[in-house]
């Protein structure tokens, strides 16, 4: 399966923004999807994330309350939803496929990988 990361951009914090991640060329239903991201000189870590079957949802401590991941299985996508952001938040963010069907918290679980998408957060 391929993923594709889009949404990222410069934004001032506060704002909101919404990350997508398309999927292509797999059954995309058959995975559970994370976002992961990694902010300049730091490791990447994991941020949210959404299983296959029940749709259960996982976040950071960090992002907890402020954000929403969601899929939409008619359209292969998953999104992320980012509110109040702080420059803290400024990073790459990946999204990722694990094939088990259960949300990914670390790397090694990951199958798949997309490109990522910078999101820069000003003050």
């Known amino acids: 399966v391929q993923l594709q990361a889009s949404g990222g951009g410069l934004v001032q914090a506060g704002d909101s923004l919404r990350l997508d991640c398309a999927a292509s060329g797999g059954t995309f239903s058959s995975y559970a999807v994370g976002w992961f991201r990694q902010a300049p000189g730091k490791e990447r870590e994991f941020v949210a994330g959404?299983?296959?079957?029940?749709?259960?949802?996982q976040y950071a401590d960090s992002v907890r309350g402020r954000s929403t991941i969601s899929r939409d299985f008619a359209r292969n996508t998953v999104y992320l939803q980012m509110s109040a952001l702080k420059p803290e938040d400024t990073a790459v963010y990946y999204c990722a496929a694990e094939d088990g069907g259960v949300v990914p918290r670390v790397e090694k679980e990951i199958d798949y990988w997309g490109q990522g998408t910078l999101v820069t957060v000003s003050s």
């Open positions: 959404i299983s296959r079957k029940y749709m259960l949802r």
